[in-house]
């Protein structure tokens, strides 16, 4: 059984088929990347999925149970977590209280209104490994807001991983940040989506990070799935070479530097 | 029969009212994405402003056609000084603020609206101020065997050529293409070239001037007296939500929605027919939240 | 190598909190009765800015109705004390919270459905609504007259303490103001460990980002009316203290310019720091002693401090302290 199926999903804004009938089925522990040119529906997808936006018909199945009509925190709760392509952060609360409230909320414990919240030692220990993990332990007391950009997506990431999620959306977790950071935070996630066997949907732009990672890549334009495969089927597949960089031909997708 | 077509006339005539002041805060709204809070206050300004102005100007001793003429006239400087006072206002107190967080706005058109009903006490005093020689002196119309005043009708009238007017400023002129430019995306309009700056404050002090126009056409009818300012802010809240924010349609539907529910309030029920329209207000905003007309 | 502690220090807090509870209750021994009436005033207020807080700078939602909660303690326990014949303070405070629950429950969830304009708006006309009822149904709450609630008719401590006879009014005054401070400092220890429990980080990071919020599992619709409720409880509490004090309740406290003066209060002292709302309230407390005696247009008078406030000073008393605190420990 899959882990997360969608069936016909759809969702339209007027004219524009945002998300046009895609049926897409994700394996666990599969580290699938979401690609297609702007505009595509990667991110309204995902929107879709986990509830940011209702679909108009269509089905989402998790573990086999029909989730398409659940609000966003019943996800959460079943296990879906995504990050977002806009970094969306506590920016009020530091490092370390961002991601000790992701633990507190999944652990239930934020109810809790007469116990201090820092004196949790088992919160406290897993929100320090956590910021460990992403290396951000040295900005533990800094403030959200003052993070650096690629502090700031990482740490946006590691809000959605310390919700333990068996199924993980990192929209664009790369963007806007420089190059050279660009492949230390992907190595960072990855290593601890592959490292927990987390299942991973990743929409990307970055084709070189694609093939890097991906066990499977799913190709979208214009709200429909065009393509999927493994990174050799796709890089192969001149349909796609051609939504994606406009030319085709066996050397596509090689970088001529 | 004829009481009848006395309380719809009623309705129309207090919806004309309600809709220049609702559709000067969904304006603004629309444009600036600010609500504010004194936007009441202004109404009663303007009220007792043109008041003012009608018994300064003329005195109780005018008489004749062309004094009436001339106390018409001189209403509308209400909803000029308020336009003016609006013009004056945006620029120095708000646009400090429109990169904080929104609470910031809302605090300080609240301690404007403080300053403004302590200032109206301070001018004008604790007496009603009213206009009413304009009203007697248009006598009344018949309908049917009871007699209604013309002057409301007058201001049904100007609430008619104002909801057709504000239609076609901002559906068919240049400026209202620029206003709803800027209303949909700012940093875009700016992008393009368009003084932002100057758009806002233009329409604030258009939505500032409604306000004072609805105080300056019903100081006839209804003396100014202080508190109607904060009175008039919630019927203009409970009139933008049901029609929806940011709607010029919202505030015309809406406006006559609360008035009838009003005009057969106190018919029937008075003492909590406020009660009752916030009632129903609540019950909007938990079934449909963004209004009849309103933008998610 | 244990790292260093997310948290405030306990023994820090109470450092500080000890001499400011000490100062507190010597007071009364070194001012005069007038003083020491004008700060059970104060400490009232600071409960129910306190309260207030809760919502606008640990949940980011303002709102301008507090008078119904304040009001609303205030009129129940002027019922009970002429309808029930109750003279026991615990007794009435019990049942102003009651009140006060069923009310603030009830406007809550209506409230909470929206946010920014449209809750402050809501929350301004449902007050609104409230006083209204005052007003209008006189033959019940006494109209612009008001129900009295003299001193002579409290007891305090289920009884041990009461105040007739001669020299009953200082008396009252003392004992009173140890009441409340007694109350004032239960309640400030209480919010300060709600704000700092898990609830209140969860109340936070609504007020941050409340799509995210979301998205980290917190049921935001159902804590914003849990932060509405405790927040209302809390201004009611004030209220019923505020009461006995003042001998006289009437639908002024119901008005939407008492709302103001909560609001004022607490952007005062600094919304964004927990002591601000208390500081604010006593120093409001002051300000509007002044501002009154001084001349008729007082409301004029706080207008402009909010206005100046907003401008310049943001961040109000406490906070700009706390920065420039800050600003000297970097250097």
Same mark, same amino acid.
């Given at each position: ?65 029909? #989730? ?77 807001? !003052? ?41 960072? #996630? ?24 991906? !066990? ?9 799935? #065009? ?6 089927? #796709? ?21 001529? !530097? | ?112 609206? @403080? ?22 002196? @248009? ?53 393009? =070239? ?17 306000? =004072? ?14 508190? @109607? ?24 539907? =809406? ?42 | ?28 021994? +070194? ?45 129940? %326990? ?70 009295? %609630?003299? /001193? ?40 300060? %460990?709600? %704000? ?10 609504? /007020? ?10 917190? /049921? +935001? ?10 927040s209302g409880l809390f201004t009611g509490l004030a209220g019923a203290l505020w009461v006995p004090l003042n001998g006289l309740t009437t639908p002024d406290i119901l008005y939407w310019p008492f709302s103001g003066e909560i609001v004022f209060m607490t952007v005062l002292g600094g919304f964004r720091t927990f002591t601000g709302p208390i500081v604010g309230a006593i120093a409001f407390n002051y300000l509007k002693v002044y501002a009154v005696a001084s001349s008729h247009y007082w409301q004029l008078v706080l207008g402009l401090v909010l206005v100046f406030l907003v401008l310049a000073l943001p961040q109000g008393i406490i906070g700009t302290l706390a920065r420039a605190a800050a600003r000297l420990r970097r250097r």
């Amino acid at each position: 059984m899959a882990l997360l199926q969608t069936v016909d999903l759809k969702r339209y804004f007027g004219e524009t088929r945002a998300v046009d009938n895609v049926s897409l089925s994700i394996e666990e522990r599969e580290f699938v990347s979401l690609v297609g040119p702007n505009g595509a529906g990667k991110t309204s997808l995902i929107n879709v999925i986990t509830a940011h936006l209702t679909a108009e018909s269509g089905k989402v199945l998790f573990r086999g149970q029909d #989730i398409t009509h659940a609000s966003v925190t019943e996800r959460v709760r079943a296990g879906i977590a995504r990050s977002f392509q806009i970094v969306n952060l506590f920016d009020d609360l530091s490092a370390f209280d961002n991601v000790a409230l992701a633990i507190f909320s999944r652990e239930g414990k934020t109810a809790r209104l007469g116990a201090l919240a820092h004196l949790d030692q088992a919160v406290t220990a897993e929100a320090d490994g956590v910021l460990g993990q992403f290396g951000l332990a040295a900005k533990r007391h800094d403030s959200a807001r !003052d993070l650096a950009q690629g502090e700031r997506k990482l740490l946006d990431v590691a809000l959605a991983y310390a919700l333990r999620p068996k199924l993980l959306f990192l929209d664009e977790p790369t963007s806007g940040v420089s190059t050279r950071d660009k492949g230390q935070i992907m190595d960072t #996630i990855a290593s601890v989506v592959r490292g927990e066997g987390i299942t991973a949907v990743i929409v990307e732009h970055d084709m070189d990070v694609v093939f890097k990672y991906s !066990d499977r890549i799913v190709v979208m334009a214009q709200g429909a799935i #065009i393509a999927q495969g493994t990174p050799d089927q #796709i890089r192969s597949n001149e349909q796609v070479a051609m939504t994606l960089l406009g030319t085709s031909g066996p050397d596509a997708f090689t970088r001529k !530097d | 029969m004829d009481i009848l077509a006395i309380q719809v006339l009623n309705s129309i005539f207090y919806a004309a009212v309600l809709f220049l002041i609702a559709a000067g805060l969904s304006l603004i709204y629309g444009v600036m994405r600010i609500v504010n809070l004194a936007h009441g206050t202004f109404y009663a300004l303007g009220a007792y402003v043109s008041a003012w102005a009608v018994g300064a100007v003329f005195g109780a001793a005018a008489t004749g056609g062309l004094a009436l003429a001339g106390q018409l006239l001189i209403l509308p400087v209400g909803a000029l000084a308020i336009a003016a006072v609006g013009a004056l206002i945006e620029p120095t107190l708000l646009r400090p603020l429109y990169r904080r967080p929104e609470e910031y706005v809302l605090l300080i058109t609240f301690g404007l609206l @403080m300053i403004l009903e302590d200032v109206m006490k301070l001018v004008f005093g604790g007496t009603p101020l009213s206009a009413g020689s304009i009203m007697d002196r @248009m006598g009344s119309i018949p309908v049917g065997r009871l007699l209604y005043p013309t002057y409301n009708l007058v201001v049904i009238a100007v609430g008619i050529i104002a909801a057709a007017g504000l239609w076609w400023f901002i559906y068919r002129t240049r400026f209202g293409v620029i206003l709803r430019a800027t209303s949909q995306d700012r940093r875009m309009a700016s992008a393009l =070239g368009l003084n932002v700056g100057r758009v806002y404050v233009q329409a604030f002090a258009i939505g500032c001037f409604m306000a =004072g126009l609805g105080g300056a056409v019903i100081v006839p009818a209804q003396a100014a007296v202080l508190g @109607m300012g904060i009175d008039a802010l919630i019927l203009a809240f409970v009139v933008i939500v049901i029609g929806g924010l940011g709607s010029l349609e919202g505030a015309l539907v =809406g406006a006559l929605i609360v008035s009838s529910v009003r005009t057969a309030g106190v018919q029937f029920f008075a003492e909590i027919e406020l009660a009752v329209l916030y009632l129903i207000a609540a019950a909007v905003l938990l079934i449909r939240p963004t209004g009849l007309f309103g933008r998610a | 190598m244990p790292a260093a502690s997310t948290g405030p220090s306990l023994p820090l807090v109470l450092a500080g909190a000890l001499p400011i509870v000490a100062v507190l209750a010597l007071l009364p021994g +070194v001012v005069d009765l007038y003083q020491t009436e004008l700060l059970i005033y104060g400490l009232t207020f600071a409960i129910a800015a306190l309260g207030f807080n809760l919502l606008l700078g640990y949940t980011g939602l303002l709102s301008f109705g507090h008078s119904a909660y304040f009001g609303m303690g205030a009129y129940t %326990v002027a019922f009970i004390v002429r309808d029930l014949h109750v003279q026991s303070m615990e007794l009435c405070i019990l049942g102003a919270l009651t009140g006060t629950l069923v009310i603030s429950a009830l406007f809550g969830y209506v409230c909470v459905r929206h946010t920014r304009i449209f809750f402050g708006i809501l929350t301004l006309a449902l007050s609104q609504v409230l006083w209204s009822l005052a007003f209008k149904f006189f033959w019940v709450t006494g109209g612009t007259d008001g129900i009295r %609630v003299a /001193r002579t008719g409290i007891t305090l401590l289920g009884g041990l303490v009461d105040f007739k006879g001669s020299g009953s009014y200082q008396r009252f005054v003392y004992s009173y103001y140890y009441y409340v401070l007694a109350l004032f400092i239960v309640a400030t220890a209480l919010m300060w %460990v709600i %704000v700092h429990s898990p609830f209140g980080k969860a109340l936070q990071a609504i /007020r941050d980002n409340e799509v995210r919020a979301a998205f980290v599992g917190i /049921r +935001v619709r159902r804590y914003r009316w849990i932060a509405f409720v405790i927040s209302g409880l809390f201004t009611g509490l004030a209220g019923a203290l505020w009461v006995p004090l003042n001998g006289l309740t009437t639908p002024d406290i119901l008005y939407w310019p008492f709302s103001g003066e909560i609001v004022f209060m607490t952007v005062l002292g600094g919304f964004r720091t927990f002591t601000g709302p208390i500081v604010g309230a006593i120093a409001f407390n002051y300000l509007k002693v002044y501002a009154v005696a001084s001349s008729h247009y007082w409301q004029l008078v706080l207008g402009l401090v909010l206005v100046f406030l907003v401008l310049a000073l943001p961040q109000g008393i406490i906070g700009t302290l706390a920065r420039a605190a800050a600003r000297l420990r970097r250097r």
